[in-house]
């Protein structure tokens, strides 16, 4: 046994994990106990969602721990905060990753019928392309969900959702947070959604509004021009690529365009102004949403009611964007503009938008 | 401008970022600055690749920074240690993303023909492949790299590559850390490697391996069992639905396995002990090299170079598994394997397995 162990002695010493600390942990009767060590702090703190904020406790060994009371079955982010530095739990791989704000997830396990519970059902796949924009002046990548059985050598075309995450999260976030190729596989194969294309590109018309953080959000002119050039993206280079590679359907029944966040502004901003193309749209806890929206859909009157066959707009309770929400359901109402408007406990999170995703999906391309 | 700072107002007072703190900050010199926010702390450390292990020096603000000598063009994982506690540099989204030790990564740009550079060269697709696995019994993935101009509803076959990970990487790790399809990608574009399928399953025949850490990996019967079981996944699990769903080439002439660490011991056991299916073979930096070969390769013999088109061995000769593979090549060479043999500067990193990798692709499916 001696020489396996030397090849990977070094190794070991190297990642310091005599005794490896379990984080998370998650017990049988749903409570979890999150751990780090950290010997020489004064003071750690978990910040976990669904958690009251909570100091944690220091053993001998210089872990910290703390144990939640039962938590309800979902995915929640969290984070430490050890003497005034935030740090993720390095302890635990699964990651929500994010251009700003990277923090750790615990999954807590439920029932298969949660839409996120993976289940032995046929799985789609998830692809990813690569262009340079020429709109952004970057290199980026648009993932495509594709369903289970999907052949790119048969006849049969299928209808496509336009996906967007909201800022700070990148391409990945709707697949590796949002689980929605898993919620998707789910759906399909309970016979609740249609077969669909999901494209899932970069949100971003500009890097320069991410590259800045959170505080250049609030410039209104590259706000403006982020919305604006993601739309050209998207209408120019995304579009034309998923037409040319994927089996899609023709024709604005078969284009559906949802997003969160700014996502959400920007599947409104997209979607409403090019009803000639998108005949779906949905809009989970909008960010940024424009104080004139008048001016910001100036030709939208009750004639488009023939054309839109969903617009569904959604917001947390909690979230601190709710305000804004209700303004523009307001808004679409005073216009005589058919909606479904729906507030749901929670705040802005992606414990909110995996539900609405699983609420929305099921509705499109309908007879 | 105010009601769009309201509505983002409480996002940035919850990131707590007014003043981002950027880092890695590359300078046009090449030398890089880091930094991170610890107002409390006693002592921190950069621990980076390439840079002597260096203690940071705090500011005013609290920021503590290090600037690194000029480093040559490369990628080069690094974390923080702040009082004892190692985090990743929560300012900077390029990670190095491991199941048991995630990283922060710092790009530093060389000349274009670096193979790891993005350049505006036709790209290939990246397709992630969801599946239950009947022997590890879990849910697992397998990523599948397809060149520029790959067209399913084509004739045109390709060769394919099995490229396996490290031990406690995931599936993502050669495209995410690897760049392997960005290497791809411009060896194509250069006409230096043939257009190919490259094929990522996670490498792991049993999760058990991971879940208890680097420890573990010493128990020469799990190890064991890993590495069967892993190969009972690629051949009877992941080859007959890469084969079912690519237009790939049939016979061993078209296939080819190579993997780094773990993966490198992986594709040795595989190919040497499948002749019949492989006849191009690369392990870089291998891990968990038996430490009886003959017992492991019962039936290799000088016949076997009819066979083998490619056998490559490469090792850094910082790596501390150097030993064991120059055990690998002596043992080899006594038995009249013709295999290449390097030893190139460098320790157990991508750094040298990037390297590795556009060495080897070249070499592969030629007449």
Redesign the interface.
């Known amino acids: 046994?001696k020489?396996?162990?030397l090849?990977?002695?070094?190794?070991?010493a190297s990642?310091a994990?005599?005794q490896?600390i379990v984080s998370p942990e998650v017990h049988s009767d749903r409570r979890v106990t999150f751990r780090?060590?950290?010997?020489?702090?004064?003071a750690v703190q978990l910040n976990c969602e669904g958690v009251p904020s909570a100091p944690m406790v220091k053993d001998d060994a210089g872990v910290w721990s703390f144990t939640t009371e039962p938590l309800e079955p979902d995915i929640y982010a969290y984070s430490f905060n050890?003497?005034?530095?935030?740090?993720?739990d390095?302890n635990n791989?699964l990651?929500k990753?994010?251009?700003?704000?990277?923090e750790s997830q615990v999954h807590v396990p439920g029932p298969s019928t949660l839409p996120w519970e993976?289940n032995?059902v046929p799985?789609?796949?998830?692809?990813?392309?690569?262009?340079?924009s020429a709109i952004a002046g970057d290199?980026r990548e648009f993932l495509v969900y594709t369903p289970p059985g999907y052949d790119?050598?048969a006849r049969k075309r299928y209808p496509i959702l336009y996906l967007l995450h909201g800022y700070s999260d990148?391409a990945t976030a709707w697949t590796s947070v949002g689980c929605a190729?898993i919620i998707l596989?789910n759906l399909i194969a309970r016979g609740k959604a249609r077969p669909m294309i999901v494209v899932m590109p970069l949100g971003y018309g500009t890097m320069d509004i991410v590259k800045?953080?959170?505080?250049r959000?609030?410039d209104?002119q590259l706000?403006r021009r982020n919305v604006d050039q993601f739309a050209g993206t998207l209408l120019t280079e995304v579009m034309p690529q998923v037409e040319r590679r994927y089996r899609v359907a023709t024709g604005r029944e078969s284009l559906a365009i949802a997003g969160l966040s700014m996502g959400g502004w920007q599947s409104l901003t997209v979607g409403l102004n090019h009803l000639d193309r998108f005949a779906w749209i949905g809009a989970f806890s909008s960010?940024?949403?424009s104080?004139n929206l008048s001016e910001h859909f100036p030709n939208l009157n009750p004639r488009a009611n023939a054309k839109i066959r969903l617009l569904w707009v959604g917001c947390g309770k909690e979230d601190?964007?709710l305000g804004?929400n209700q303004r523009l359901s307001e808004w679409l109402q005073s216009r005589e503009i058919r909606h479904t408007y729906v507030e749901s406990p929670g705040g802005?999170s992606f414990r909110v938008w995996r539900r609405y995703l699983a609420e929305f999906l099921p509705r499109l391309f309908r007879e």
Chains 1, 2 share one sequence.
Do not use: C, Q
Not at 7 to 12: G, N, P, R, T
Not at 36 to 42: G, H, V
Not at 212 to 215: E, F, I, K, L
């Open positions: 046994m020489p396996l162990s090849l990977f002695a070094v190794a070991a990642s994990i005599a490896p780090i060590k950290a010997e020489n702090a004064k050890v003497d005034g530095v935030r740090t993720i390095l791989p990651l990753y994010n251009l700003l704000n990277t993976i032995d799985r789609g796949t998830v692809h990813r392309h690569f262009y340079r290199e790119a050598s990148d190729h596989d800045a953080g959170w505080s959000v609030r209104p706000w960010g940024g949403v104080t601190w964007l804004s802005h």
